[in-house]
């Protein structure tokens, strides 16, 4: 059976069944403001499911509510393996941390080559959909409402720290929001008018 958003909400909801919890706000924020996006660039002609976006949104962080945070990548992916959802939609936990196909390409916290092998695998031979992109985009723009990059940046920073391979990441992640920028032909917060009361 194809998921779909409301049936990955309820699933959600079922393990963590606090509303307040952080860590299920900002799946759902990240979810809806990628349903937004897909939104915008099906207007413009662009072939996306909506529901199938927002859905992917729902299901990046599902390991953040089954695990500790630091493992979420992995579990995230092994959990949606064994309860049998499709590779496309297991795929978005592997990669909703990296904007650009190498494990080095990650805020702060790298993977561990070892326990973590699966990332180092499936990364640089993985071609990313328009629908991915969408999700890393709005995991970089989301704590528990939609804010700018710059400001979430310094959230995650704040609280996790820096390596030598943040700056890099920084920029990959600007390459990123142009890409979008440019497909959408405006800037796209301004489909967020949100983000002027979170500055």
Known sequence: ??????SVLRLLRQISPDPEFSSLRHIICVGDAAATIAGALKEKG???????????????????LIGP???????GYNYLKEQGFPEEYCNICLVH???????ACILSTPPDPVSERLIFDFLPRHAYTLSEKIVILCDLMCKYKVMTIDKRIVDV????GTWEGTQNCILAILKLKAEIDDMLEYNVYDLFPEIAENL
């Open 1 to 6: 059976m194809t998921p779909n958003s409301q």
């Open 46 to 64: 662009f072939e996306l499911d909506v529901d199938k976006v927002r859905t992917l949104g729902y299901l990046h962080d599902v390991g953040r």
């Open 157 to 160: 920073l704040s609280r996790h």
């Open 97 to 103: 941390s990296y904007p650009e196909n190498d494990p």
């Open 69 to 75: 945070g630091s493992e979420h990548i992995i579990n």
